[in-house]
């Protein structure tokens, strides 16, 4: 296993809904790294996945994803009404 650290900071913690949905695309694109930890694969593929309009959905998905376990550990920002 490798390591990259998969939740930077060892938290999901962010202050505003904008850094949450920030820290959700981190993680994301964390993940495709340590599922394809080659660099040059993961750049070859970019151009394969930025022609398929299906394979951007689905990181789209990834993303909404990773927000919303984000999302449910800040207690959907409820707690902070400065962040409003």
Known sequence: ???LQLVPG???L???PEEGRQLAVK???LVIKLTQPDDEK???QRAIYAD???MLISIGQTV???FATIAAANNYWRERPESR
């Open 1 to 3: 296993m490798s390591d």
């Open 10 to 12: 060892n938290s999901l």
């Open 14 to 16: 962010a202050a505003t």
């Open 27 to 29: 993680l994301a694109r």
């Open 42 to 44: 993961r750049r070859q």
């Open 52 to 54: 398929n309009p299906m």
């Open 64 to 66: 909404a994803a990773e």
